[in-house]
């Protein structure tokens, strides 16, 4: 037996094989009965109408939805100015074309040739969604002194995590030149979490981007792996002298959040894009050797092109239906 | 991260000096790191104009819980310390304390033997607390340096040593409820007993890379990370983060966003990493050997004034001692009368506090200004001074604000002194 996870027959706890995806489906906003809302959206119903692009993801059991505002007006206090926009500004020295970009002159420290992305994640409370366990609670943290329980600190910590994930990845995905001085919000709401939350936010939040007609040059797509050490130290030196197959770490694509809980190895959530370059990449786990996770970084590499590839199929067919429509 | 004025005007230099094409070639090298450990508990980080300090504490109190699992191991928690209204700063020390916190006693992973840190089950363990802070983030790495200097403290540390008293078990309480509870702590005053260090299994360090074109750039500034991570079209790169330990291991990578990235380019930055950290361990490995020598240099020459001093007075001395040999050997009764206003740490039944040590002819109450509600329990964990920084001048100019908590032992000696001097006065 390779792994406790992993049933005689190599079956993991919900039939699948260890290599093999949830099922995934992909809805837009043209699936949202969209047209009884009132034009003012004032209704309150249903927040869509108000949104620029929505958008949901769910592989298995894990759900999200991510709605797109904007582009829009960036509010002039909003943050210093980025990394990117350093960069963006010593091209505006050298005589780059930025400043065409930027509708006009570029003022020291106060246009933006290059638009922001903001990002936000809420776990919604129903949510059976993971919480990383922490041992050391007796202790009061900054959030705590903020008047904050120890779970919803933890819960708080987390999505600011997964939202510093989406808002950097998808800095890179959207062709941020094309927006200067203007915002692109992005909000994913984990509606439940049943493992892999983090890759189908991203997943959700880059639909969404498709759905609001957003400008993307390099579409990527995310998924969990896991891997998950052979066996236990004992029976590994038992099966020592007989066959060294077993003890071959197991890879897991696409976690449920029991084996996200009971995997011993590292965890990963790994983000390519389509051209086959990592565009994000998120691992955490127990101290592991550089070629598994180099074969864990590469392992991701066909399984994140397969949901890409279900991912271009239903925006393509969603933009085929708003054709009809128009026509 | 918070991105100079003047780094605009000097931007342009940066890709060419990337691509190597101007005279000032791509950087493949480390700048070199300068480790100050301080006071026995804390090291100060020099990387470029970065500079990071961490600052270890300890306190002995019930554990967090009376599972039998946790009940059994003491707590290792990292923190950030800067002042509030940084908040530039004050995120990137959230941002580090997570990693290094996960790093050092996530799952599946245990840098420090929490278990060595229980003194007795479900009653008292060590609980210990690294403040991380920077005061100036102007090169970039604040991971990198806070990490650093985190396991330089981790390993400069000392905690008293501490004697459980068994035969107390037949003294009969005021309340009588607990017997369980009637084993002695004693805490051991360190020029009593000699400090124990504390038991760290492995020493994972954070490296930071910035990646352009396939060119990995170690310890980037944030004018490299703003290069690499610039959309530039095809030409992208971007910042990874590594958490390797001495095997080599990598515990945690964390390459957010920016531009597309080879997986055979995460591979060589692994491999830095590991590299990396052989480098570092051994400036760390040197900085402690230094810093233990110079330990080992003061303690002959404060006994050496010692002597001296009792030659001149005998009666100071005798004052000091009285004083001296009340404050060693403290025995923290582990069942004092109950007080009111009952802060168990965890609000566990049946533990109190040590608010009640049996301290009489002690030197007046120190003021100590964390954790207050612990109470002295935090004043018996801290280490003596007997590092060669602290001179006051030393530590008032170059710590960080809120590292300004003064170490008991630096005022009992001023007491002493006083003392002395009164007697002095008087003969």
């Given at each position: 037996?390779?792994?406790?996870?992993?049933?005689?027959?190599?079956?993991?706890?919900?039939?699948?094989?260890?290599?093999?995806?949830?099922?995934?489906?992909?809805?837009?906003?043209?699936?949202?009965?969209?047209?009884?809302?009132?034009?003012?959206?004032?209704?309150?119903?249903?927040?869509?109408?108000?949104?620029?692009?929505?958008?949901?993801?769910?592989?298995?059991?894990?759900?999200?939805?991510?709605?797109?505002?904007?582009?829009?007006?960036?509010?002039?206090?909003?943050?210093?100015?980025?990394?990117?926009?350093?960069?963006?500004?010593?091209?505006?020295?050298?005589?780059?074309?930025?400043?065409?970009?930027?509708?006009?002159?570029?003022?020291?420290?106060?246009?933006?040739?290059?638009?922001?992305?903001?990002?936000?994640?809420?776990?919604?409370?129903?949510?059976?969604?993971?919480?990383?366990?922490?041992?050391?609670?007796?202790?009061?943290?900054?959030?705590?002194?903020?008047?904050?329980?120890?779970?919803?600190?933890?819960?708080?910590?987390?999505?600011?995590?997964?939202?510093?994930?989406?808002?950097?990845?998808?800095?890179?995905?959207?062709?941020?030149?094309?927006?200067?001085?203007?915002?692109?919000?992005?909000?994913?709401?984990?509606?439940?979490?049943?493992?892999?939350?983090?890759?189908?936010?991203?997943?959700?939040?880059?639909?969404?981007?498709?759905?609001?007609?957003?400008?993307?040059?390099?579409?990527?797509?995310?998924?969990?792996?896991?891997?998950?050490?052979?066996?236990?130290?004992?029976?590994?030196?038992?099966?020592?002298?007989?066959?060294?197959?077993?003890?071959?770490?197991?890879?897991?694509?696409?976690?449920?959040?029991?084996?996200?809980?009971?995997?011993?190895?590292?965890?990963?959530?790994?983000?390519?894009?389509?051209?086959?370059?990592?565009?994000?990449?998120?691992?955490?786990?127990?101290?592991?050797?550089?070629?598994?996770?180099?074969?864990?970084?590469?392992?991701?590499?066909?399984?994140?092109?397969?949901?890409?590839?279900?991912?271009?199929?239903?925006?393509?067919?969603?933009?085929?239906?708003?054709?009809?429509?128009?026509? | 991260?918070?991105?100079?004025?003047?780094?605009?005007?000097?931007?342009?230099?940066?890709?060419?000096?990337?691509?190597?094409?101007?005279?000032?070639?791509?950087?493949?090298?480390?700048?070199?790191?300068?480790?100050?450990?301080?006071?026995?508990?804390?090291?100060?980080?020099?990387?470029?104009?970065?500079?990071?300090?961490?600052?270890?504490?300890?306190?002995?109190?019930?554990?967090?819980?009376?599972?039998?699992?946790?009940?059994?191991?003491?707590?290792?928690?990292?923190?950030?310390?800067?002042?509030?209204?940084?908040?530039?700063?004050?995120?990137?020390?959230?941002?580090?304390?997570?990693?290094?916190?996960?790093?050092?006693?996530?799952?599946?992973?245990?840098?420090?033997?929490?278990?060595?840190?229980?003194?007795?089950?479900?009653?008292?363990?060590?609980?210990?607390?690294?403040?991380?802070?920077?005061?100036?983030?102007?090169?970039?790495?604040?991971?990198?340096?806070?990490?650093?200097?985190?396991?330089?403290?981790?390993?400069?540390?000392?905690?008293?040593?501490?004697?459980?008293?068994?035969?107390?078990?037949?003294?009969?309480?005021?309340?009588?409820?607990?017997?369980?509870?009637?084993?002695?702590?004693?805490?051991?005053?360190?020029?009593?007993?000699?400090?124990?260090?504390?038991?760290?299994?492995?020493?994972?360090?954070?490296?930071?890379?910035?990646?352009?074109?396939?060119?990995?750039?170690?310890?980037?500034?944030?004018?490299?990370?703003?290069?690499?991570?610039?959309?530039?079209?095809?030409?992208?790169?971007?910042?990874?983060?590594?958490?390797?330990?001495?095997?080599?291991?990598?515990?945690?990578?964390?390459?957010?966003?920016?531009?597309?990235?080879?997986?055979?380019?995460?591979?060589?930055?692994?491999?830095?990493?590991?590299?990396?950290?052989?480098?570092?361990?051994?400036?760390?490995?040197?900085?402690?050997?230094?810093?233990?020598?110079?330990k080992i240099a003061a303690r002959i020459r404060r006994h050496g004034a010692a002597v001296a001093a009792s030659r001149k007075d005998d009666r100071a001395m005798a004052a000091a001692s009285a004083s001296a040999n009340a404050a060693s050997g403290m025995v923290v009764d582990a069942a004092p009368p109950p007080t009111q206003g009952n802060h168990n740490l965890a609000g566990t039944i049946g533990l109190r506090r040590m608010d009640a040590p049996t301290l009489e002819g002690a030197p007046p109450a120190v003021p100590d200004a964390w954790p207050p509600s612990h109470g002295p329990a935090s004043k018996t964990a801290k280490s003596s001074v007997i590092g060669p920084d602290d001179?006051?001048?030393?530590?008032?100019?170059?710590?960080?604000?809120?590292?300004?908590?003064?170490?008991?032992?630096?005022?009992?000696?001023?007491?002493?002194?006083?003392?002395?001097?009164?007697?002095?006065?008087?003969?």
């Amino acid at each position: 037996m390779a792994s406790p996870l992993l049933s005689p027959e190599g079956l993991r706890g919900d039939g699948r094989r260890p290599m093999e995806l949830r099922r995934l489906r992909v809805s837009f906003a043209a699936n949202a009965p969209l047209e009884d809302t009132p034009a003012d959206g004032a209704s309150g119903a249903c927040g869509f109408a108000l949104c620029d692009g929505h958008a949901s993801f769910t592989s298995g059991q894990t759900t999200c939805t991510a709605l797109v505002l904007g582009p829009r007006e960036a509010s002039r206090f909003s943050a210093a100015l980025s990394a990117e926009e350093v960069v963006a500004q010593g091209d505006v020295f050298g005589g780059g074309g930025a400043a065409a970009a930027a509708g006009g002159g570029v003022l020291f420290g106060g246009a933006r040739a290059y638009g922001t992305i903001a990002a936000s994640v809420t776990h919604v409370g129903f949510a059976r969604s993971k919480r990383p366990a922490s041992n050391a609670s007796s202790f009061a943290g900054a959030g705590r002194r903020a008047g904050l329980s120890a779970s919803a600190w933890r819960k708080t910590t987390l999505e600011e995590e997964h939202a510093e994930v989406l808002r950097s990845t998808l800095s890179a995905v959207v062709d941020l030149k094309l927006y200067a001085e203007s915002e692109i919000a992005v909000h994913v709401d984990v509606v439940s979490g049943d493992g892999g939350e983090l890759a189908a936010s991203l997943n959700a939040a880059f639909l969404a981007l498709l759905d609001a007609g957003i400008a993307v040059t390099n579409p990527m797509a995310a998924v969990t792996v896991g891997v998950f050490p052979s066996a236990s130290k004992e029976t590994q030196q038992q099966q020592s002298d007989g066959n060294k197959s077993g003890s071959e770490p197991t890879i897991m694509l696409d976690l449920t959040s029991m084996e996200y809980d009971m995997c011993s190895g590292v965890r990963a959530t790994v983000a390519y894009y389509d051209r086959g370059d990592v565009a994000a990449l998120v691992l955490d786990g127990a101290p592991t050797d550089q070629t598994t996770i180099d074969g864990l970084v590469k392992t991701c590499q066909s399984a994140c092109r397969a949901v890409s590839e279900t991912m271009r199929t239903a925006s393509l067919s969603m933009l085929k239906e708003r054709a009809i429509v128009l026509c | 991260m918070r991105a100079p004025a003047a780094a605009a005007a000097s931007v342009t230099y940066v890709p060419c000096r990337l691509s190597g094409s101007s005279n000032i070639p791509a950087r493949s090298k480390h700048r070199s790191v300068h480790i100050q450990i301080r006071n026995n508990n804390s090291a100060v980080v020099t990387l470029g104009r970065t500079q990071a300090t961490a600052h270890v504490r300890a306190v002995l109190a019930p554990p967090s819980s009376r599972h039998t699992r946790t009940g059994r191991e003491g707590t290792l928690r990292f923190r950030a310390a800067s002042a509030p209204h940084e908040e530039a700063l004050a995120s990137l020390e959230a941002g580090a304390a997570r990693v290094l916190e996960r790093a050092f006693v996530g799952r599946q992973r245990r840098a420090l033997d929490l278990e060595s840190l229980c003194v007795t089950a479900g009653k008292r363990v060590w609980h210990i607390e690294v403040a991380l802070a920077i005061t100036c983030a102007d090169d970039g790495c604040a991971t990198e340096a806070l990490g650093i200097a985190a396991v330089a403290a981790l390993r400069a540390f000392r905690r008293p040593e501490v004697s459980v008293d068994t035969t107390g078990a037949n003294v009969t309480h005021i309340d009588g409820a607990d017997d369980a509870h009637a084993d002695k702590v004693v805490v051991h005053d360190p020029r009593d007993r000699e400090p124990v260090p504390l038991s760290l299994l492995t020493q994972p360090l954070p490296f930071q890379f910035a990646v352009l074109d396939g060119v990995i750039i170690p310890d980037p500034t944030p004018l490299e990370v703003a290069a690499a991570s610039a959309p530039r079209g095809a030409e992208t790169g971007s910042e990874v983060m590594v958490v390797v330990n001495e095997r080599g291991e990598v515990s945690q990578l964390a390459k957010l966003g920016g531009g597309a990235m080879s997986p055979d380019a995460i591979n060589k930055c692994m491999t830095a990493a590991s590299r990396r950290h052989e480098e570092i361990m051994k400036v760390i490995d040197e900085t402690l050997a230094s810093h233990e020598k110079a330990k080992i240099a003061a303690r002959i020459r404060r006994h050496g004034a010692a002597v001296a001093a009792s030659r001149k007075d005998d009666r100071a001395m005798a004052a000091a001692s009285a004083s001296a040999n009340a404050a060693s050997g403290m025995v923290v009764d582990a069942a004092p009368p109950p007080t009111q206003g009952n802060h168990n740490l965890a609000g566990t039944i049946g533990l109190r506090r040590m608010d009640a040590p049996t301290l009489e002819g002690a030197p007046p109450a120190v003021p100590d200004a964390w954790p207050p509600s612990h109470g002295p329990a935090s004043k018996t964990a801290k280490s003596s001074v007997i590092g060669p920084d602290d001179t006051p001048a030393n530590t008032d100019a170059q710590r960080h604000p809120t590292m300004l908590a003064e170490d008991p032992s630096d005022l009992e000696d001023a007491l002493l002194v006083k003392k002395a001097k009164k007697a002095k006065r008087k003969s």
